[in-house]
C-alpha cells in the first residue's frame, strides 16, 4: 500500500466477505479481522490479491525473545529484511534521481546557462529520472488500473508522464528543439502557445521530491513503530536450564528459550536477561524491570519473590522456577496489547477514511475540469495544462491516512516505554473529557499489604516480650494481619518461641501455647469473651487507632490484656503527590473503599481527597460508578483487584493498576504496569497529548488539501512546487507524531 486511499480499498474489498469486520492500518501495514470461525483465511488473502495488492496472514502472537519473527512496518512475513530492502531501494532511486534532475531544474530556471541544444541534454537526464526513477509509482497506477483503481500513485504518475510527454512532444513536433530556445521560467504560466513550452524540469523535480519525500516518511514510520519492536526485542534468545529436578543439582544446559517449559528451574547470571516469568528459588539480587514499568531504579528480589522475563538480573546468581513462558509472560502480553491498541481507529479517523477513499477520483475529476475551464476561458494549452498537472500532483491523501496510526503508534509505543497500556485509539477520547477519576483505597493509594505500625504494651508490660508472645502465636496462621506482625516481629525482636496446641478462632483471632502461657491474641472481644477485658486506659487507645484508620489486635495472656498491636495498609508515599497531579489535570478525585467511614476519612484527610464513598460491599461499586454518572460526571475509574473489574468496566475510562489482577487489567481501557499512582496522572497525559497530536495532524491534512486544490487550479502553484509541497505534507505529519518520543 502506498496511500491511505490503497487502505480504503482493501479494507473495502475484505469487508465485503459475509460476516467480516475489517481495519486496515496504512501506519503498520496491517488489517485486523473479524471473522466467522467456519472462514478459510486463505478468502481473506484472496480478497486482497483480488484488490491489486499482496497479503499474508501474520503468525499467531509469540513471545518477545522471537521478535526476529514478527513483522514490522513495510515488512510481509515471508520477508524479514523487506522493510530494510525498500528502505534501502527508495534511497537509491532518490540519490540517482537527485543527482540527475538538479541540473534539469538548474538549466531550466537560470537561462544564462542554457547553451546550444541545453533541451535535449534536458531530456536526456529527465528519462531515466521519470521512467526508472518513478517506476515504482507507474507501476503501482499500472496495476490499480487493471483493478478499476486509483490511488495517489495514479496521480504522481498521470502527472508527470504528461509533463514528460508534453515536452516530448515539444521537442520533437513543436518549436521548442530549435538552437537557441530559451525557457522563460519566469514568465506567465502558458510559456507561449504550447508548441514550444517544456516540463522536463517539473517531470523530474515532481518526481525527486516525491521519492524524497516516500524515503524520509518511510525512516519516520520505521522511527514511529520503534518504541514495539524494541518491546518485542527485549526477551532473552536462550537459557541455562538446569537439568535435575534436585535442588542441588547444578548441572546446566543452555537451550533456546522456545524450548523452556512451565516447572523448569534455570539459571539467570548478572548481566543475563530473564527468559520467562518465574519466581525466584535460590539467591538474591537486584533486578532492572524499568523495560516493563518504566521504573529505573532496580528492584531487590530474593527467594519466593516473582520476577518477569525480558528483565535484567544486575548483580547476583539466580535460579527461578518458571511460572509462564512463551506468548503467556508479561511482556508478552504487554506487546499485544499495545499491537492490538496500534490496529484500532478513533472516531476522528473515520471521517478522514470516507474522505481518502473518493479522494483520488474525484482529484483526477477536478484536474479534467480545471483544463477544461482554462480551455473554455480563452487561456493557453500551456496554461490549462500547467494548472491540471499542478492539482494532480498537489493532492495527497497520504497525510490524512497517516494522521491518526502514526500518531498512535508513536503514542502507545512511548506509553509501553513508560509502563503504560492503552488500550486503544477510543480511549483517547475518553480521558479528554473525563472530569472525575474515583479510586479504590486499597493497593491504589495504599500497599494492599498490613503493616505493624505500632506495639503499646500495659503500664507494667515489656513492649519486646508482648510482640514476641504475638508472634509465637500467629505463626500458624495465614491472615494478612498474622503476617504484617510476623514482619514486624521479624525486624524488631528476630526470634521468638515455638508455640504449641495452636489453634485458629475464625473471625476473632488465634489462640495458643507458648512457654507455657496460654496465648491469645485477635480481637478485644476474643479477650473480653475469655475473661481478659481491656483496661480503660486501652480502651481508649483502641478507639482512638480505630478513628485513625488503623486495624487494632489485642494480646493477653494468664487472664490479663496485657496490650495492643496496631496495623494498617499504609498509605502509598507517592499517593498524595499523585492526588495533586491529577487535580492539577482538572480531575475531581474521590476515595472509594470497603472501610468504615473512619478509616477512609483518615486516609482522604491524608491525600488531601474531599470526597468519600465508604463501607461500600465489592458487588457496590460499580453502582457508585453509575450512580456518579448519572449526575452527569464524565468517571475515570482506578483500581488492581478482581472485585474492581465491574466498576472499571462500568466507567466511561477504567484504568488498572498493572501490579493488580489479570481481571482487573482485562476490564480496564488503560493499564498503570509500576504500582506508583503518580503514573494515572501520567497516563491521561499522554492519552490527551496523543489525541492533541492527531487533530492536530488532520487539520493539517484537511487545511493543506482544502487550500492547495483552489490554488493549483486557479493556476497559481508552478507543478514542481506542487510536488515538493505534496512530499512535505505527509513527512510533516509523521514527524508532528514523533514530537510523542520525548514525552515524560
Known amino acids: 500500500m502506498t496511500c491511505a486511499s490503497c487502505a480504503a480499498r482493501v479494507e473495502r474489498r475484505l469487508n465485503r466477505i459475509d460476516g467480516v469486520a475489517a481495519t486496515v492500518n496504512y501506519a503498520t501495514e496491517k488489517a485486523t479481522v473479524s471473522a466467522p470461525a467456519r472462514l478459510d483465511p486463505g478468502e481473506l488473502v484472496a480478497a486482497v490479491v483480488g484488490a491489486g495488492y499482496t497479503a499474508t496472514i501474520a503468525a499467531p502472537p509469540a513471545a518477545p525473545a522471537a521478535a526476529g519473527d514478527h513483522d514490522l512496518p513495510g515488512q510481509s512475513a515471508d520477508s524479514p529484511g523487506a522493510a530494510t530492502d525498500a528502505a534501502a531501494e527508495a534511497r537509491q532511486r532518490l540519490l540517482v534521481s537527485a543527482a540527475l534532475s538538479i541540473p534539469v531544474i538548474a538549466l531550466a530556471m537560470v537561462p544564462p546557462a542554457q547553451f546550444d541544444y541545453w533541451q535535449w541534454a534536458s531530456l536526456t537526464l529527465t528519462a531515466p529520472v521519470v521512467v526508472w526513477g518513478g517506476w515504482p509509482f507507474h507501476l503501482a497506477a499500472w496495476r490499480n488500473l487493471r483493478h478499476g483503481a486509483a490511488t495517489m500513485d495514479t496521480l504522481i504518475s498521470l502527472g508527470t508522464l504528461a509533463a514528460f510527454g508534453w515536452s516530448v512532444y515539444a521537442l520533437f513536433f513543436g518549436t521548442a528543439g530549435h538552437v537557441g530556445m530559451t525557457h522563460p521560467f519566469s514568465v506567465e504560466l502558458g510559456r507561449g502557445d504550447g508548441a514550444g513550452a517544456l516540463y522536463l524540469e517539473v517531470a523530474a523535480g515532481v518526481t525527486t521530491f516525491i521519492l524524497a519525500g516516500r524515503y524520509f516518511e518511510a525512516r519516520?514510520?520505521?522511527?514511529?513503530?520503534?518504541?514495539?519492536?524494541?518491546?518485542?526485542?527485549?526477551?532473552?534468545?536462550d537459557v541455562a536450564v538446569l537439568s535435575g529436578t534436585d535442588p542441588d543439582d547444578t548441572r546446566e544446559t543452555r537451550v533456546p528459550v522456545a524450548q523452556l517449559t512451565v516447572g523448569t528451574r534455570f539459571v539467570v547470571r548478572p548481566g543475563e536477561k530473564f527468559a520467562a516469568d518465574g519466581l525466584v528459588e535460590q539467591g538474591s539480587s537486584a533486578v532492572d524491570a524499568s523495560m516493563l514499568t518504566g521504573e529505573p531504579v532496580p528492584v531487590e528480589v530474593t527467594v519466593?519473590?516473582?520476577?518477569?522475563?525480558?528483565?535484567?538480573?544486575?548483580?547476583?546468581?539466580?535460579?527461578?522456577?518458571?511460572?509462564?513462558?512463551?506468548a503467556a509472560t508479561q511482556l508478552a502480553q504487554m506487546a499485544r496489547l499495545v499491537e492490538q491498541a496500534q490496529a484500532g481507529k478513533a472516531q476522528v479517523q473515520r471521517l478522514a477514511d470516507r474522505v481518502s477513499g473518493v479522494f483520488v477520483p474525484v482529484v483526477i475529476m477536478l484536474a479534467l475540469i480545471t483544463l477544461v475551464g482554462w480551455l473554455i476561458a480563452g487561456a493557453a494549452p500551456a496554461t490549462a495544462f500547467t494548472a491540471s498537472v499542478a492539482v494532480l500532483i498537489i493532492a495527497c491523501p497520504c497525510a490524512l491516512g497517516l494522521a491518526t496510526p502514526t500518531a498512535l503508534l508513536v503514542g502507545t509505543g512511548r506509553g509501553a516505554q513508560l509502563g503504560i497500556l492503552i488500550k486503544g485509539p477510543e480511549v483517547l477520547e475518553s480521558t479528554r473529557r473525563v472530569d472525575t477519576v474515583v479510586l479504590d483505597k486499597t493497593g491504589t493509594v495504599t500497599t494492599g499489604r498490613m503493616t505493624l505500625v505500632d506495639v503499646?504494651?500495659?503500664?507494667?508490660?515489656?513492649?519486646?516480650?508482648?510482640?514476641r508472645l504475638a508472634a509465637a502465636a500467629e505463626d500458624g496462621s495465614q491472615h494478612p494481619i498474622a503476617s504484617a506482625v510476623l514482619a514486624g516481629a521479624r525486624e524488631r525482636v528476630g526470634v521468638w518461641p515455638a508455640a504449641s496446641d495452636f489453634r485458629s478462632l475464625d473471625g476473632l483471632g488465634v489462640r495458643a501455647t507458648v512457654t507455657g502461657r496460654r496465648v491469645l491474641v485477635g480481637r478485644a472481644r476474643?479477650?473480653?469473651?475469655?475473661g481478659q477485658p481491656l483496661p480503660t486506659e486501652l480502651r481508649d487507645t483502641l478507639a482512638n487507632a480505630e478513628a485513625g484508620g488503623h486495624t487494632v489486635v489485642a494480646v493477653g495472656w494468664d487472664g490479663r490484656a496485657r496490650g495492643l498491636l496496631l496495623v494498617a495498609d499504609q498509605v502509598k508515599p507517592t499517593a498524595a503527590e499523585a492526588i495533586r497531579e491529577l487535580r492539577r489535570l482538572g480531575l475531581r478525585p474521590v476515595l472509594l473503599t470497603g472501610d468504615n467511614a473512619a478509616a477512609a476519612g483518615a486516609v482522604a484527610a491524608e491525600l488531601g481527597i474531599d470526597e468519600v464513598i465508604s463501607e461500600v460491599l465489592p458487588a457496590e461499586k460499580a453502582a457508585e460508578i453509575t450512580r456518579l454518572r448519572e449526575q452527569g460526571r464524565v468517571v475515570a475509574m482506578v483500581g488492581d483487584g478482581v472485585n474492581d473489574a465491574a466498576a472499571l468496566a462500568t466507567a466511561d475510562l477504567g484504568i488498572a493498576m498493572g501490579t493488580g489482577s489479570d481481571v482487573a487489567i482485562e476490564a480496564s481501557d488503560l493499564t498503570v504496569v509500576r504500582g506508583d499512582p503518580r503514573v494515572v496522572a501520567d497516563a491521561i497525559r499522554l492519552a490527551r497529548r496523543t489525541l492533541a497530536v492527531i487533530k492536530?495532524?488532520?487539520?493539517?491534512?484537511?487545511?493543506?488539501?482544502?487550500?492547495?486544490?483552489?490554488?493549483?487550479?486557479?493556476?497559481?502553484?508552478?507543478?514542481?512546487?506542487?510536488?515538493?509541497?505534496?512530499a512535505l505534507s505527509s513527512v510533516f505529519v509523521v514527524s508532528n507524531s514523533l514530537r510523542l518520543r520525548r514525552f515524560h
Open 304 to 326: 519466593g519473590d516473582a520476577v518477569a522475563g525480558g528483565c535484567v538480573n544486575t548483580s547476583g546468581r539466580l535460579v527461578v522456577r518458571a511460572t509462564q513462558v512463551g
Open 456 to 467: 503499646l504494651a500495659a503500664p507494667g508490660e515489656d513492649s519486646d516480650q508482648l510482640l
Open 220 to 237: 519516520a514510520k520505521r522511527r514511529a513503530g520503534a518504541a514495539l519492536r524494541a518491546l518485542l526485542e527485549l526477551g532473552a534468545k
Open 696 to 726: 492536530g495532524n488532520l487539520f493539517w491534512a484537511f487545511a493543506y488539501n482544502l487550500a492547495a486544490l483552489p490554488l493549483a487550479a486557479a493556476g497559481l502553484l508552478n507543478p514542481m512546487i506542487a510536488g515538493a509541497t505534496m
Open 526 to 530: 476474643l479477650l473480653a469473651e475469655a
